[in-house]
């Protein structure tokens, strides 16, 4: 099944929460956040969120500096 994964399509075994999503790429939740249909996705929900076929998730990463 496909997805559009920040910009880019990509193909994933099937339905899965955003929490799943990150852990297959090895994506830190703690860093990150996520939108999921250009909806933000809370932290809270990631567990409970479903990314299935044509759907469409941004994960941006904080970047601290000064």
């Known amino acids: 099944m496909q997805i ?16 799943a999503l990150l852990a297959h790429y090895a994506i830190d939740p703690r860093r990150v956040a996520v939108e999921h249909n250009l909806v933000v996705v809370k932290r809270a929900a990631y567990d409970e969120t479903l990314v299935k076929e044509d759907d ?8 601290g500096g000064g």
């Open 4 to 19: 559009r994964l920040n910009g880019e399509l990509v193909d994933i075994a099937g339905p899965m929460t955003v929490s």
């Open 56 to 63: 469409e998730v941004e994960v941006v990463n904080f970047v």
